[in-house]
């Protein structure tokens, strides 16, 4: 594609590393960020490894680690990734989204969310989605996704008086927390 600028531009979507599915994922780890992890566990099963992650989500499927950093936050997760859910359809009567985005929780899907669709058209619908999947998941309904904090309410965005990373997960599960118990 060129634009006036005599430049070509293209766009690409960049390459992703591998996803780790490991056998006995618990709720609390669907529901709340789980801790930066370097090494795995020698008793960890490695199931499957995939070179991205899946193009779409339907209901019944289990949600799968990964080790890619959130796209709302920038914190590295090993848990299962949460995702935007985009395009709600009907596939071999399930319920069946593309997947949007790598996030740690859902919050902070839903901050992302905010931050790249609100404004447009299809936010709402998007919004809907997002509730669904969590109430398909987490078994939990609610009327939308509470966000998470701005990211820049971290330390490294803005200096000493900021949250650390530990303090903003931890806001994250309070969050989380606030929803399931509703």
């Known amino acids: 594609m060129f634009h006036d600028d005599g430049v070509t531009h293209m766009s690409f979507r960049p390459r992703r590393r591998h996803i780790i599915i490991v056998k ?23 199931i499957s490894f995939y070179e991205e992650t899946p193009r779409s989500w339907s209901s019944g ?13 920038d914190c590295q997760s090993t848990g299962p990734v949460m995702f935007i859910p985009m ?9 069946t989204f593309d997947r949007f985005g790598v996030y740690c929780s859902w919050p902070c899907a839903a901050r992302d969310a905010y931050h790249r669709f609100g404004g447009r058209r299809e936010y709402q619908s998007i919004v809907h ?9 987490v078994g939990v309904d609610v009327p939308c996704v509470k966000m998470a ?3 820049n ?26 929803m399931t118990s509703e």
């Open 153 to 178: 309410v971290m330390a490294e965005y803005c200096g000493n008086g900021g949250l650390s990373r530990g303090e903003y997960r931890e806001a994250l599960r309070s969050i989380i927390n606030e």
């Open 61 to 73: 499927d289990e949600l799968q680690p990964i080790e890619l950093k959130c796209w709302n936050c």
């Open 87 to 95: 395009n709600p359809r009907r596939v071999d009567g399930k319920m």
């Open 24 to 46: 006995g994922i618990r709720l609390a780890e669907l529901l709340a960020p789980s801790e930066p992890q370097k090494d795995y566990d020698s008793d960890d099963e490695v």
């Open 149 to 151: 904090p701005e990211k």
């Open 129 to 137: 989605s997002l509730a669904e999947v969590f109430y398909m998941i």
